[in-house]
């Protein structure tokens, strides 16, 4: 199913019909820990920037309506860019009774969204020599031994936990409509009269019995609770001060279920996880969930705010599984969709009461939240919204583009035929640039271009990560005349055109 409808929980409620006010927040977030990067110097260029402002407005009109005719309590929404939270809002109520205003400030079930830190947790044990992504799981847990799918499917290992690769059922129970979880004792007791759906690597599944056990696996490598784990390796460095794990603390949002026919809506109770917290079990905010999105975009060793290498980020954000029609999959704890031909990364999250989504896109430096306090609020489309107004502006001001080399028109004699044993490639000038087709090909939509680095190199750019992308491209020359382009370590040579 789509990435942001894959965490409904599928609770029946009633409701309560409401007139919505909207609530304009406009706050400032608290500086990270000490050791995080610096802002950057141009974030109050983009908050005030008139195209930011106008897609605020454009968001805003839109939000409005949509509490208005869908009777939604509330939805706070926000921006990132890079190290910075440039806007944040609040629609509607926290709790409609008592009208108490959404904000950045506001507690949310997070849910899903736990995931993200089960699987940083993991990397940091990695880090640290204590686990391997491919240990199988019963070296840590040694009663995981539930009943394979086939005669040869091999030991589970903790990275298909992390990828929704391990074949394991979604649930471990029927806790999304008794809304009683089951203890860590209880899990292992339901885990021996579990058997696979798949074989590990079969197909991507979603798997909350999954990241529970990896939970596990992270309490038994670290000698602590993963509350505390999480609390004290990711909370603290990342000054998430108003996170925590299976609290019913003061601050939270009132949980509304969804709409029934006659319009009212039922209040929803507060509900533990219990062992099934590293899936499922976080509370957070806007603000605090803001400070997570801005990790993401950082660089450097490990240490302080810093909670994993680059290195590992990296191995979070890569695509490790695929949903079968190929339009999303999963990293490692991460969900990763393209939306408008750009790879978004993040999260959703569905709890009794509160659904959520973060969407992160890792080139332009930007993040979108959106937490709201019933279930068929649908956050992902609103993301989709957030993304199409406030997040392209955002993009568009912050841009940063390459210090391009100034043409230089005597490379115009580069244009010509060359030839070599696997095929022909044509140098073709254009207005102050050059590109690279295949005479013989089917069509010249997407030609690879030759970037000038200067000294006449150029790099070889294309749109897919096959053949030479990214290699350095120069040319050979006899008497001033191109005779052969090398291209990385290979070359052909120019052909004499009538």
Request: aromatic fraction near 8%.
């Amino acid at each position: 199913m789509p990435i942001f409808h894959r965490f409904r929980c599928g609770c029946s409620a009633s409701r309560i019909r409401v007139v919505i006010l909207t609530a304009v927040v406009a706050t400032a977030w608290s500086a990270l820990a000490a050791q995080a990067q610096a802002p950057a110097p141009a974030t109050t260029t983009v908050a005030a920037n008139p195209d930011v402002l106008g897609a605020e407005r454009l968001f805003s009109a839109w939000m409005e309506g949509q509490l208005a005719y869908r009777g939604l309590p509330g939805v706070v929404v926000g921006v990132v860019s890079d190290q910075q939270l440039v806007w944040a809002k609040g629609f509607g109520f926290a709790d409609v009774k008592a009208k108490i205003p959404m904000s950045p400030e506001t507690k949310f079930r997070m849910a899903s969204h736990s995931k993200l830190f089960t699987a940083i947790a993991i990397m940091q044990l990695r880090e640290e020599g204590k686990l391997h992504l491919d240990d199988p799981v019963e070296k840590y847990l040694p009663w995981f031994k539930a009943a394979p799918a086939g005669d040869d499917d091999g030991q589970i290992t903790i990275e298909q936990l992390l990828s929704h690769s391990s074949g394991l059922q979604r649930e471990a129970g029927d806790h999304w409509v008794s809304f009683e979880f089951p203890t860590e004792e209880q899990l292992k007791r339901l885990y021996a009269d579990r058997k696979a759906a798949f074989a590990p690597s079969v197909r991507w599944k979603y798997s909350n019995l999954a990241y529970s056990v990896a939970g596990m696996v992270i309490e038994q490598v670290s000698g602590q609770k993963w509350a505390a784990y999480v609390d004290r390796n990711i909370f603290q460095p990342l000054a998430m001060t108003s996170s925590s794990v299976d609290k019913n603390v003061t601050g939270l949002t009132v949980p509304y279920g969804r709409r029934m026919p006659d319009g009212t809506r039922e209040t929803l109770p507060f509900v533990d996880a219990r062992g099934m917290a590293a899936a499922t079990g976080v509370t957070s905010t806007l603000a605090d969930m803001a400070r997570f999105v801005s990790a993401n975009f950082r660089r450097g060793p490990r240490g302080g705010a810093q909670v994993v290498s680059s290195g590992s980020w990296r191995e979070m954000h890569r695509v490790r599984s695929v949903e079968e029609n190929w339009t999303s999959g999963s990293g490692l704890g991460y969900d990763i969709s393209r939306i408008n031909n750009r790879t978004w990364t993040g999260h959703g999250g569905g709890y009794p009461g509160n659904t959520t989504q973060t969407l992160i896109q890792l080139d332009d430096k930007v993040g979108i939240i959106v937490l709201t306090n019933t279930n068929d609020s649908n956050p992902g489309d609103i993301a989709r919204q957030l993304i199409a107004t406030v997040g392209v502006a955002v993009a568009k001001v912050t841009a940063q583009k390459p210090a391009a080399v100034a043409w230089d028109d005597s490379w115009a004699r580069f244009a010509g035929l060359y030839r070599g044993r696997g095929g022909d490639s044509h140098v073709v000038l254009l207005n102050q640039k050059l590109v690279i087709i295949t005479p013989n090909g089917t069509n010249v939509d997407n030609p690879v271009e030759l970037v000038p680095l200067g000294g006449g190199r150029f790099r070889f750019s294309a749109l897919t990560g096959g053949g030479s992308v990214g290699e350095v491209v120069r040319f050979v020359e006899e008497s001033g005349r191109p005779m052969r382009m090398y291209t990385g370590d290979g070359w052909i040579d120019r052909i004499a055109t009538p």
